[in-house]
């Protein structure tokens, strides 16, 4: 009894109920869905859940493009660690007493190796 006069006095000052709309795939199509009050009532939530699903989306892509990176940058390291043992290597193979003594005696040089032990100097 009490919706009917709600509803007598709505008519009255000229305010109607609008019928609720019923969701079908013409109303989506058309547009109508945007003018659900319930959209409008929930505007700016939407608008947040898509701007933090468009962040979570960037964050997710920046952190895969850091780990390719990541991986890019290791396997560069264990390439130059290789190249600096090489080159370790060959420089202990060419400073090596014996490689000298045949680089100096193929070169014609007056050099020979010492034939007696060195000794310390010390401080008095």
């Known amino acids: 009894m009490k919706d009917k006069e709600q509803d007598e006095h709505r008519?009255?000052?000229?305010i109607r109920k609008d019928p609720p709309?019923?969701?079908?795939l013409r109303s989506?199509?058309?547009g109508d869905i945007l003018a659900n009050d319930f959209l409008k009532r929930q505007a700016k939530l939407l608008i947040l859940i898509m701007?933090?699903?468009?962040?979570?989306?960037d964050n997710r892509y920046s952190a895969q493009q850091d780990l390719i990176e990541i991986d890019r940058l290791k396997?560069?390291?264990?390439?130059?660690?290789y190249d600096a043992l090489t080159r370790s290597s060959e420089l202990m193979e060419k400073s090596r007493q014996s490689r000298i003594e045949e680089y100096v005696s193929t070169e014609g040089?007056?050099?020979?190796t010492a034939t007696n032990r060195p000794y310390l100097l010390r401080k008095k």
């Open 21 to 24: 709309r019923r969701l079908s």
């Open 28 to 30: 989506i199509l058309g």
């Open 11 to 14: 008519l009255q000052e000229g």
């Open 75 to 81: 396997k560069e390291l264990v390439d130059i660690k």
């Open 109 to 112: 040089s007056n050099l020979q």
């Open 51 to 57: 701007v933090l699903t468009v962040l979570y989306i």
